[in-house]
């Protein structure tokens, strides 16, 4: 299917994106507004204030990208573990909208607690039992606590679309172990949440979706190795052509924010994707299906290399998969 940037393409339409500070979120909320939606982000950092994470990115400026980008951007701080705030949203909503065409659940915020790789593979009788629930409370208590209250706002007219974000497909992690039993534990419940809120919002016209974007290239990632957007293949360089860390060879099949933000698009541009309901996606299968490209006109797909080419034990290009 040929894809091109329609900046009207969901004007009208209204969007919550929660969780969209950073990362996926304000990918997802980016590319919602490159197509003219309303996107209301909401978070926990903004310019007053900083989440646990202590970073400096904030819902205001994801709010003002969305606006830039031809859409209208509004940024509500909150947190999504409170049930009260989270009913004060839906009141707003309501009032000012009076619904929501497309709800995205983003939620996260479980970055630091994760851990880097010296941290994985901890036995759950070794995991720090605190974190390993803080973990579970911030990637699926904030999901159902969302959904609770928005859901209604989505339900009282056809066409809804949920959106549950996570870190693999259903097929990847039914047989994989991602990193401890908390985390995989939360990047499964969340696929599960699209398959059982699917089958809730089929009888009302409404879809579900999880996706798993590819390897990302989140602010904290560039971060961490060291780049940026503009140099980020730097990282891929050897250690006497590269001024940060090297990042591993399947680094060379990451994609940005904005490629799972139009995956999310794709979705809710499409009139037939009920096709998808309670379905577990990829960006790079989507991609495949609509047509749609990354800001650098590429077209990564990790998953299906990891699947295709690692663990077949086959020798593959990388460029094939981009």
């Known amino acids: 299917m040929n894809w091109s940037l329609n900046p009207n393409a969901l004007r009208g ?3 919550v994106v929660a969780g969209a500070t950073r990362g996926a979120g304000r990918g997802i909320a980016a590319a919602l507004g490159e197509a003219g939606a309303t996107v209301i982000c909401t978070g926990r950092s903004t310019r007053g204030s900083r989440s646990e994470y202590d970073r400096p990115e904030t819902i205001e400026e994801t709010a003002e990208l969305v606006t830039s980008l031809g859409g209208t951007g509004v940024a509500v701080a909150m947190d999504h573990l409170d049930p009260l705030q989270v009913e004060k949203l839906a009141e707003r909503i309501r009032k000012d909208y009076g619904h929501i065409d497309i709800l995205v659940n983003d939620i996260w915020g479980a970055e630091i607690l994760k851990g880097g790789p010296a941290d994985w593979n901890t036995p759950i009788w070794a995991h720090d039992l605190a974190k390993g629930l803080r973990i579970l409370q911030l990637a699926v208590d904030t999901h159902l606590i969302t959904s609770h209250f928005l859901l209604p706002l989505l339900i009282n007219q056809p066409d809804g679309l949920l959106v549950e ?10 047989t994989h172990y991602r990193i401890s039993v908390y985390y995989d534990l ?16 089929a009888q009302h016209g409404g879809t579900a979706v999880a996706i798993t974007p590819g390897w990302m290239r989140s602010e904290i990632m560039l971060e961490h190795f060291g780049v940026t957007e503009e140099n980020w293949r730097d990282s891929l360089k050897e250690a006497g052509e590269r001024t940060g860390p090297g990042a591993p060879p399947d680094f ?7 490629f799972v933000g139009r995956a999310v698009t794709a979705l809710a541009c499409d009139p037939k994707r009920s096709r998808w309901n309670q379905r577990s996606v990829s960006s790079g299968e989507l991609a495949r299906e609509y047509g749609f490209e990354d800001v650098d006109g590429s077209r990564p797909d990790v998953w299906r290399f990891l699947t295709e080419i690692r663990e077949a034990g086959h020798e593959g290009r990388y460029e094939d998969y981009r």
Not at 191 to 196: C, D, E, P
């Open 13 to 15: 339409r209204v969007a």
């Open 165 to 174: 974000v996570t870190d693999g497909t259903k097929d990847y992690n039914d």
């Open 186 to 201: 939360a990047k499964t419940a969340v696929n599960r949440l699209a398959f059982s809120q699917g089958h809730e919002l």
């Open 252 to 258: 060379a099949l990451s994609e940005t924010p904005r």
